[in-house]
C-alpha cells in the first residue's frame, strides 16, 4: 500500500516535473508594430528617420495619408519599384494604413542638412522656386502646397525636409517622365512637367540643405489653399 | 506588379487570340439560341461556384493589378514570350457572357476552346480537368453573376516558333491527361477531398512538380518539386521530407500554414505568400484539414542523405566562421542563438526544410530580399524580414546561408558567393 502511494507521489511529481519543462511558453515576437516593420528598417532606419542610402527616403513624419497613399500604390505596382513592390505585394489595405501611421508619428530629428554641391546661382534658382515659384512657366511655389516650412499639410501631403537632393530629383525626374503617377489629377506630374531639368537640379539641391523648422509636424488638413485640385489631397 | 503565381508551365497559356475572337463568335450565336439560364439565380450554386473559384485560384491571374475583376490582361512572362490573360466577365464580346456551362466544362476539362483551340498550358487544365461537372457549373454560374467589363483580350507575344499553336498538339501528347478525379476507395472521404483540391482547383503540380525544358511536368515526379521558371523560386518537393514534405508536421502545422500563411514549423514568402493572400485564406477548416491530410500522406520518407559539399573544406569552415559572426549579430535577436525563432511569426530556421534543402535557392533570396508572409484573416499583420542586399556583400551572404544551412543539426550544404551573386539579380515582381 504504501509502496503504491510512493508511485503515486513519484509519478505526480514526474508528471508535474514534465509538465512544467514543456510549460515553459516558446518565445513569443513581441507584439509591436516596431517588430512587424523591421522589414523597413534596413534601408528606410529604424524610426523612419532614413539611412546613409541617398535613394531611400526618410519616412518619419509625413502625412499617414501620404504614406498610405505611397504603400497603396506600391502594393499595386503603380508605383514601380521591385524590392517595394515585392514587400507589400500580400499585405491588405488596413495593414498598410497602420504601417503608415506608424512612422507618420515618428519624430526623429532631421538630419544636417546637406553642404550644397551647387553654384550660389543653382540654389538661388532654387529657393526662388521653392518660395515663389515660376508663374510664368505655370510652377507654382512648392511652399504653396507642402508649406512655408516644407513640413508638409494633413492628411496627404509629404513634407520635403530631411531627404537628400539624389531622392528629390529622381522623384521630380520621376514625375516629369511620367514613370510615378499619383490618382488624378495628378498634380506632381503637371508640376514636374513644366519643370526643366535644371530647375529640378535646383529644388532638389535647395530643399536638401534646409534646416530644421522648430515643429516637424505637417500641417493640420486645409491650412493651405492648394492653387488646382491634387487627386491625392481632399479639399 | 504581377502577382500570378501560374506563369510557371511557361509554355501554357490562355488561348491565343484570334481563336477567341472566333470562339466568342461561335459562342455567342450559340447561346443567343439557348439562352436557357435560370430566371432567378440560385444564391447556393453562385456561393459555391464564388468559393470554388477561389480554391481554384482564378483571380490571380484573370485579374491585372489595378484592373477590373477576372477582366484579364495580367501579363506571365514566360520563357517562350509573354503571355496575357483573358477577360473571364460576362461580357459577351470580350469576354464569355456568350459561352453555355457545357462550352465552359468542356474547355476546363479538355483544354480546348468551344471552337476547338488549344488553349496554351499556362491555364492549369491539366488539373482543372479532375473537376467535376458540378463544381464547374457552380464556378460558370459565378462567373455569369460578377459584372462584365468590355475589355479586349491582349493577344500573346510569344517568339517563334512558340508562336505556332499546334505546337500544343505534342505538349499535350506528351504531359495531358484528360479526366475527372476518379477517388481512391482504399482511403477516407477526407483523404479523397484533400487530393480532389491539391491536384484539381487547387493546381499545385503547377509549381511543385519539376518542368522539363519542354516546358511539361511529368506524373511519375508529381509533386517532386522544381524551380519555377522567371520568378526563381524553387517550389519544394512535396514528397520528400528533406524538402517540403509534411511527413513529420503535425496536421495543424499544416492547416495554419496554409491559410495564415505562418506555422510553428515555417512561414509562406514569394509566389506561395501569393497563393496563401488570394485562396487559400479562404478555405473552410474543413477543406484546408483535407488538404493537409492528404499532403501529409504523400509524404515518402527517405533516410537523410549524408552531406555532400561542393566547397572546398577549407573554405566551407571560414564561411560557416563568418557565417555565425553575421547570425550571431543580425540574425538572433529574432531568429535566437540556436535558430528555434519565436514561432510563428519569426520562423525556426533549425530543423526547417526549407532551409536545407538541395536548393539554396530561397534562404539566399531570403536573405537578399526579405519579405512578408501574405496578411490574411488568421494573421491580419505579419511580421516581415529584412532585406539584406543593401548590407551584405556576396560573400557575406554567401556565408551566413552556410552557416543557417549547417549549423544547430541542419542538414544542408554550404552555397559560394557566386551562387548568391546570381541571385541578386532574380526578379522580384
Keep these: 500500500m504504501e509502496r503504491r502511494w510512493f508511485y503515486v507521489a513519484l509519478l505526480s511529481v514526474g508528471g508535474l516535473g514534465l509538465r512544467v519543462g514543456f510549460a515553459q511558453p516558446a518565445e513569443e515576437a513581441p507584439d509591436t508594430m516596431e517588430a512587424r516593420v523591421m522589414a523597413c528598417v534596413p534601408c528606410h532606419g529604424a524610426k523612419g528617420e532614413g539611412t546613409d542610402n541617398a535613394y531611400f527616403p526618410r519616412l518619419a513624419g509625413k502625412p499617414a495619408g501620404y504614406l498610405a497613399n505611397q504603400l497603396h500604390a506600391f502594393h499595386t505596382g503603380r508605383r514601380h519599384y521591385p524590392p517595394m513592390n515585392y514587400l507589400l505585394a500580400y499585405l491588405p489595405e488596413d495593414y498598410l494604413k497602420q504601417i503608415a501611421e506608424y512612422f507618420a508619428a515618428q519624430r526623429p530629428p532631421l538630419p544636417a542638412p546637406a553642404d550644397p554641391a551647387v553654384s550660389k546661382d543653382v540654389l538661388e534658382r532654387g529657393e526662388s522656386l521653392v518660395t515663389h515659384g515660376d508663374a510664368a512657366a505655370g510652377v507654382p511655389a512648392c511652399s504653396s502646397c507642402h508649406g512655408p516650412h516644407l513640413t508638409g499639410m494633413e492628411p496627404a501631403i509629404p513634407g520635403l525636409l530631411g531627404l537628400r537632393a539624389t531622392y528629390i530629383s529622381a522623384q521630380l525626374g520621376a514625375w516629369r517622365y511620367g514613370t510615378r503617377t499619383a490618382a488624378g489629377p495628378d498634380c506632381m506630374q503637371i508640376v514636374a512637367g513644366h519643370l526643366t531639368e535644371d530647375d529640378v537640379k535646383a529644388v532638389a539641391a535647395f530643399l536638401a540643405a534646409r534646416p530644421a523648422p522648430p515643429d516637424l509636424a505637417p500641417a493640420p488638413q486645409g491650412t493651405f489653399i492648394l492653387p488646382f485640385a491634387c487627386g491625392s489631397e481632399p479639399q | ?429
Design chain 2, 1 to 429: 506588379m504581377t502577382r500570378c503565381m501560374a506563369f510557371r508551365p511557361q509554355w501554357k497559356s490562355a488561348l491565343s487570340m484570334a481563336t477567341l475572337a472566333g470562339a466568342l463568335l461561335l459562342a455567342s450565336f450559340a447561346a443567343r439560341s439557348e439562352d436557357a439560364k435560370p430566371a432567378a439565380p440560385d444564391m447556393s450554386l453562385i456561393e459555391k461556384g464564388q468559393y470554388l473559384a477561389r480554391v481554384g485560384d482564378c483571380i490571380a491571374c484573370h485579374t491585372a493589378p489595378e484592373g477590373k475583376l477576372f477582366a484579364g490582361g495580367l501579363a506571365m512572362p514566360t520563357p517562350f514570350g509573354t503571355l496575357y490573360t483573358s477577360n473571364i466577365t460576362p461580357d459577351r464580346e470580350t469576354g464569355i457572357g456568350g459561352w453555355t456551362a457545357d462550352q465552359f466544362y468542356a474547355t476546363m476539362h479538355t483544354g480546348r476552346f468551344p471552337d476547338g483551340g488549344l488553349l496554351y498550358p499556362a491555364m492549369p487544365f491539366g488539373s482543372y480537368t479532375k473537376v467535376t461537372r458540378q463544381d464547374s457549373d457552380a464556378i460558370f454560374a459565378y462567373l455569369q453573376t460578377v459584372p462584365p467589363v468590355r475589355q479586349a483580350n491582349r493577344p500573346h507575344d510569344l517568339k517563334f516558333p512558340f508562336n505556332n499553336r499546334s505546337l500544343i498538339l505534342g505538349w499535350r501528347t506528351l504531359f495531358f491527361k484528360e479526366g475527372e478525379y476518379s477517388p481512391d476507395l482504399n482511403q477516407s472521404a477526407e483523404w479523397n477531398r484533400g487530393a480532389y483540391l491539391v491536384e484539381g482547383l487547387g493546381h499545385c503540380s503547377m509549381c511543385h512538380t519539376a518542368i522539363n525544358a519542354l516546358g511539361g511536368s511529368s506524373e511519375s515526379q508529381a509533386f517532386q518539386g522544381g524551380l519555377i521558371p522567371m520568378q526563381n523560386w524553387y517550389a519544394p518537393s512535396l514528397t520528400s521530407d528533406k524538402e517540403a514534405g509534411l511527413g513529420d508536421w503535425s496536421l495543424k502545422d499544416i492547416a495554419d500554414l496554409l491559410k495564415t500563411g505562418v506555422s510553428a514549423r515555417g512561414a509562406v514568402y514569394g509566389p506561395m505568400a501569393d497563393v496563401v493572400y488570394n485562396s487559400l485564406q479562404y478555405l473552410t477548416d474543413a477543406d484546408v484539414q483535407a488538404m493537409a491530410v492528404y499532403l501529409k500522406s504523400l509524404a515518402q520518407p527517405r533516410p537523410p542523405a549524408a552531406a555532400t559539399s561542393n566547397l572546398p573544406g577549407f573554405e566551407s569552415s571560414l564561411l560557416v566562421a563568418l557565417g555565425k559572426t553575421i547570425y550571431d549579430n543580425q540574425c538572433a535577436v529574432c531568429h535566437g542563438p540556436q535558430g528555434l525563432g519565436k514561432p510563428p511569426h519569426f520562423p525556426p530556421l533549425a530543423n526547417n526544410q526549407s532551409i536545407q534543402m538541395g536548393s539554396a535557392v530561397n534562404p539566399i533570396r531570403m536573405v537578399l530580399n526579405g519579405g512578408y508572409p501574405p496578411g490574411t484573416s488568421g494573421d491580419p499583420v505579419p511580421y516581415g524580414m529584412p532585406p539584406f542586399a543593401q548590407s551584405l556583400s556576396d560573400d557575406e551572404v554567401a556565408a551566413v546561408v552556410t552557416y543557417i544551412r549547417t549549423a544547430w543539426g541542419n542538414r544542408g550544404t554550404p552555397v559560394s558567393a557566386a551562387d548568391a551573386n546570381s541571385l541578386r539579380s532574380a526578379p522580384l515582381d
